[in-house]
Nanobody, 125 residues
Framework: QVELVESGGGSVQAGGSLRLSCAFS????????MGWFRQAPGKEREGVAA????????RYADSVKGRFTISQDNIKNTMTLQMNSLKPEDTAMYYC??????????????????WGQGTQVTVSS
């Protein structure tokens, strides 16, 4: 059984920072990317950041470039998202996911098969 569990969400003021973590267990088969996605009320789920397993290649949404950093620890089976200079528009439920992506954007949530339950991030102005 595959399990992805997010933690680290919370409420901060604009300009603040949060660090999200994703712990994954079980046997995840046929995946080459892990990523962070978010969904605000009334909006579609969107990709925030993704990392290619092993090689460490990363991809970011334009809206978070320079502010967010994704990283992964294969030994500890964890993935993190460091979020700095947070803005009110970053408010959303954040999910970690694992999937197999070839010939497509690693920020496309449809490419990801395994998902966590999400952690809420709220940024106030």
């Amino acid at each position: 059984q595959v399990e992805l569990v997010e933690s680290g969400g919370g409420s901060v003021q604009a300009g603040g920072s949060l660090r999200l973590s994703c712990a994954f267990s079980g046997t995840i088969v046929n995946y080459n990317y892990m990523g962070w996605f978010r969904q605000a009320p009334g909006k579609e789920r969107e990709g925030v950041a993704a990392i290619y397993i092993g090689a460490g290649y990363t991809r970011y949404a334009d809206s978070v470039k320079g502010r967010f950093t994704i990283s992964q620890d294969n030994i500890k089976n964890t993935m993190t998202l460091q979020m700095n200079s947070l803005k009110p528009e970053d408010t959303a439920m954040y999910y970690c996911a694992a999937g197999y992506v070839v010939g497509a954007s690693p920020l496309d949530p449809l490419r990801f098969r395994y998902w966590g339950q999400g952690t809420q991030v709220t940024v106030s102005s």
